[in-house]
């Protein structure tokens, strides 16, 4: 046996050329996408605008996402699921270049970033479902939480790296420039992506039309209590963690912990926990997904408590930690979960429906965290924010199917994968 064909004979089975491609494009659109988010808000700044006018930026990226999420779901489950997300990474492409010639030519109105970061949000709603999809799609065999565990901690990895660049490229090149790069990132990656293929995937069936579609993933969700009682117990927990992380915890750090550097320090901490959690779940293979998954998810209070009594920075930070290792073993618990009971054409629909609940509350809990400090204090609130967490996760295992649903071992099968040959790689 040569060298070559020993190496070849080293790689793991499931790292499809699929598999491949889609890791090294999100590794390349996280460095790019979190530096990016940096960038945008020091824009709005220089552009002499209030934190209230980068609030409406942020806001006007996320509404969009919310309201096409569904669609986007829908849309991937009956066409190719890379042409969706390529088609994505162009608009998103577009969107981040026009930002930044309207930024470095010192032309920028909050109009046009609020527009600007609409159509972001728009490619994003479309792109998930469609990622997610294409990546349990590419993955089979007893493998797949080792495949999942992988390609996260390659994510978080990638997102920690580029907040941190972004961050130092601001300062040095300013947001203008960052936002270019981002939009490099995203024709990169989209040509990357391009060369997915979907010919191991089953053709599609004619639908009866796009509502149809909805309706179908909505009884796939319905038909699960595992799935709907699990999105409806993150539509809160995530709506918490974002109100305690991005509206409470930078006030915190201003009057307790001596201001933003702090603050950024212990949310590094959690970036750093979610690749220590992935990595951990690349040899743990619990048996009982689900349970083990939701009993992490109590974890998740934690930093709540901690901010409501202004613990010291490094009981913080230790609990910042604690909280990315221990949602990361649910996050690739719950990937594993969709993948083995989901049916291949339905994933990215189940996806959106998955999505949509991580996000839908979130406008509604921020817009209610200044109101809800206002009447109780901010103490109070974030004592909430954990009482919160910690009722709806136990209320998950009171559902039969979370505490019993267990992992199917299978052999391990390589992903069917084309003849190298493929005159039309976008087919």
């Known amino acids: 046996m040569n060298s070559a ?28 996408s979190h530096g990016a988010l940096i960038a945008a808000a020091f824009a709005v700044m220089e552009s002499g605008g209030s934190t209230g006018d980068v609030g409406l930026v942020a806001a006007a990226r996320t509404v969009p996402l919310v309201l096409f999420l569904l669609i986007g779901g829908a ?70 939480s080792r495949a999942f ?23 040095a090149l300013g947001p203008g420039w960052v936002l270019a790069i981002d939009a490099a990132a995203f024709a990169l990656a989209g040509a990357l992506r391009a060369f997915l293929d979907v010919r191991h995937i089953p053709a599609r069936e004619p639908g009866a039309g796009l509502l149809a579609d909805l309706r179908d993933g909505w009884q796939e969700v319905i038909g699960r209590p595992w799935l709907w009682s699990i999105v409806a117990q993150f539509s809160v927990v995530v709506a918490v963690i ?42 743990w293979k619990p048996r009982r997904l689900l349970y083990v998954g939701t009993l992490c998810v109590f974890v998740q209070a934690l930093p709540a408590a901690a901010l409501a009594v202004a613990a010291p920075l490094s009981v913080l930070v230790a609990v910042m930690l604690m909280s990315g290792v221990a949602i990361e073993v649910f996050g690739v618990s719950w990937i594993t979960a969709m993948h083995q009971e989901v049916p291949e054409e339905k994933f990215s629909r189940v996806s959106a429906y998955d999505w949509f609940g991580s996000v839908g509350l979130v406008p509604v809990f921020t817009a209610l965290a200044g109101p809800a400090e206002g009447a109780f204090g901010r103490s109070t609130a974030l004592w ?16 039969p199917d979370v505490r019993r649903l267990t992992r199917r071992e299978a052999p391990a099968v390589e992903p069917a994968e084309p003849p190298v040959a493929d005159p039309d790689p976008v087919r």
């Not at 064909?5 to 999100?26: E, F, I, M, Q």
């Not at 709603?125 to 990622?131: E, M, V």
């Open 5 to 32: 064909t020993a190496k070849r004979s080293r790689s793991p089975r499931w790292a499809g050329r699929n598999y491949v491609l889609l890791t090294a494009a999100t590794v390349i659109t996280n460095l790019g």
């Open 384 to 399: 909430g924010c954990a009482v919160l967490v910690v009722v709806v996760t136990a209320a998950v295992l009171f559902v």
């Open 149 to 171: 565990a992988l390609y996260r901690m390659a994510m978080h990895g990638a997102g920690i790296g580029g907040a941190a660049l972004g961050g130092a490229m601001v300062a």
């Open 242 to 283: 974002g109100v305690s992380e991005a509206v409470y915890g930078p006030l915190v750090a201003r009057d307790e912990l001596g201001g933003a550097a702090p603050w950024g320090f212990a949310l590094g901490a959690f970036g750093v926990g979610t690749v220590l959690g992935a990595l951990l779940m690349v040899r």
């Open 75 to 144: 849309v991937a489950d009956r066409v190719p699921r890379h042409r969706v997300m390529v088609a994505a990474n162009a608009l998103n492409c577009v969107s981040q270049a026009v930002f930044a010639a309207l930024v470095i030519t010192d032309g920028a109105t909050l109009w046009q970033m609020m527009l600007l970061s609409a159509l972001g949000g728009t490619g994003q709603a479309f792109f998930s479902p469609a990622s997610e999809g294409m990546l349990m799609s590419s993955v089979t065999g007893e493998q797949a």
